[in-house]
């Protein structure tokens, strides 16, 4: 692809998952076995290289060369020390250090013990996990701001963008056979013979508790919240504004060890301990019952669509209106169903679609409507009906039909050249250490010229 667009990383595969002691004092021209280079006071270590060549080799990458992924890194770790330097951006910390936690528990959550999620990431205790999540998502909220500050002015024109495909249309990508699609969504709705059967069940385990049971313990039991149930069912630091407003409010309103009687979200029915409040901080646990339909309540459910889905083709009501009446699904309902992709377009890669999708929309043509089916979004069940409103078969780029893609592409090359020059602008006031097993790499910029090579 275009050499510039390099630059123009994520920093996820960037950032290695193994801890280091950050406060080592560094002097000048000194390199510590396992430290592949050093800029400013960043370290890269050699694994955080090699775990890049791996995923790389993973992901079917032909080429894997060091080198490349070594100049990679070394730009993305000018920026970042840069970036903590840079008094226009806001110093986040300790907000990261605590969304840090929670990223932890949902991880822990996965696994059927903390002990076996550290054993499969090859961590030796909590803590170093812990301090290696909140180091990349540091260094992630430092590079884009940095990032973002040096490209903010950088656009681009009609002119541009057609001179840029002019140029390069030989090496962009083409497109795979694509749909664009709208969905209606509905929730199933629990009726309330379900709804105090839940509520009922949260009653029994408040009276244990109350009568000496651990609720640490019955969230590990009971709770189907995969974010806290491995952690006995508790958020610290909560920050005010995080979580939905009903468990918000009801955590707010106990005293400190008080439990409050059953609420219902759009999550399932809780019951709430509040631990600690300090601030604009609070400690709460909580047991989720997720509002799981049950086959009655979802044959309500396929019914409702069935009715809605005979309106829009009788004509009674477009698609666009049944969504915006019906749907639940908050991402598509304003905008007439329609379901966006990533790069903000409404065009998706029939290869990316999920399988039930895939298989829905299987014979299908412009125009159509899927049959209801049931499908699962963020673990919940919902009864979709989806309708074909393009199909766009595979095709090389074309100014005529695919000007915004190619204006995306042309941006971000403009961008990266924006960054290239920014880079070569900041090396001669930067210290920077390589090892001498790089030496002979033939960088796009040049590290070795600015570097103490050791």
């Given amino acids: 692809m275009i050499k510039n667009l390099k630059y123009i990383l994520t920093l996820s595969f960037l950032v290695s998952l193994f ?31 090699l775990e890049q060549q791996n995923y790389a080799a993973q ?35 300790s907000a990261i250090k605590e969304g840090a936690i929670d990223k932890y528990n949902q991880i ?54 057609t001179d840029f495909y002019n140029a390069y249309k030989f090496q962009l990508p083409q497109v795979k ?47 189907e919240d995969p974010g806290s149930a491995a952690n006995g069912g508790l958020y610290t630091n909560i920050n005010r504004g995080k979580m939905v407003k009903i468990f918000e409010a009801t955590a707010l309103n106990l005293q400190e060890g008080e439990i409050s009687d059953p609420i219902e979200s759009e999550f399932g029915f809780h019951i709430i301990q509040l631990v600690k409040k300090s601030g604009k901080l609070y400690d709460a646990r909580h047991i989720l019952l997720k509002a799981e339909p049950n086959a009655e309540e979802i044959a ?40 966006a992709a990533q790069d903000g377009s409404d065009r998706l890669e029939k290869i990316g679609l999920n399988a039930n999708i895939a298989y829905q929309l299987a014979g ?18 919902m009864v979709t009906l989806m309708k074909v409103n393009d199909i766009i078969p595979q095709h090389a780029l074309d ?13 971000e090359k403009k961008k990266g050249e924006a960054l ?30 600015a570097a103490i090579i050791k």
């Fill in 19 to 49: 801890s280091f002691n950050a406060n080592a004092q560094i002097k000048k021209g000194d390199l510590v076995d396992g430290i592949s280079a050093v800029v400013g006071n960043e370290i890269i270590l050699e694994s955080d290289i």
């Fill in 59 to 93: 992901q079917g990458a032909a080429k894997t060369d060091k080198c490349e992924f070594m100049d990679g890194i070394l730009g993305n770790k000018l920026l970042i020390y840069k970036a903590k330097k840079d008094t226009l951006i806001q110093d986040r910390t």
């Fill in 108 to 161: 822990v959550s996965q696994f059927p013990s903390e002990r076996a999620m550290l054993d499969a990431y090859k961590f030796r205790t909590s803590y170093e996990m812990k301090n290696a999540i909140e180091k990349m998502d540091i260094d992630g909220y430092y590079y884009q701001q940095k990032y973002g500050l040096i490209t903010e002015k950088v656009g681009i024109t009609p002119n541009e963008v």
């Fill in 177 to 223: 056979d694509e749909v664009v699609l709208s969905k209606i969504a509905m929730y199933p709705k629990l009726t309330e013979a379900h709804k105090d059967e839940l509520i009922n069940k949260l009653k029994k385990i408040k009276q244990d508790i109350l009568a000496g049971e651990s609720f640490e313990n019955k969230a590990r039991i009971y709770s």
């Fill in 300 to 339: 309500a459910a396929k019914a409702e669509m069935e009715k809605i889905k005979e309106d829009i083709k009788s004509g009674k009501m477009t698609f666009k209106e049944a969504a915006y009446k019906y749907s639940d699904d908050k991402n598509t309902k304003f905008n007439a169903g329609i379901i």
């Fill in 364 to 381: 299908l043509n412009k125009g159509d409507l899927s049959d209801v089916f049931v499908d699962d979004v963020n673990q919940r069940k």
């Fill in 399 to 411: 100014l005529a039909t695919d000007f915004e893609r190619i204006k995306g592409f042309a941006l």
């Fill in 420 to 449: 290239e020059k920014w880079v070569k602008e900041n090396l001669p006031d930067t210290f920077i250490s390589i090892n001498n097993r790089y030496k002979d790499c033939h960088f796009n910029t040049d590290w070795n010229k």
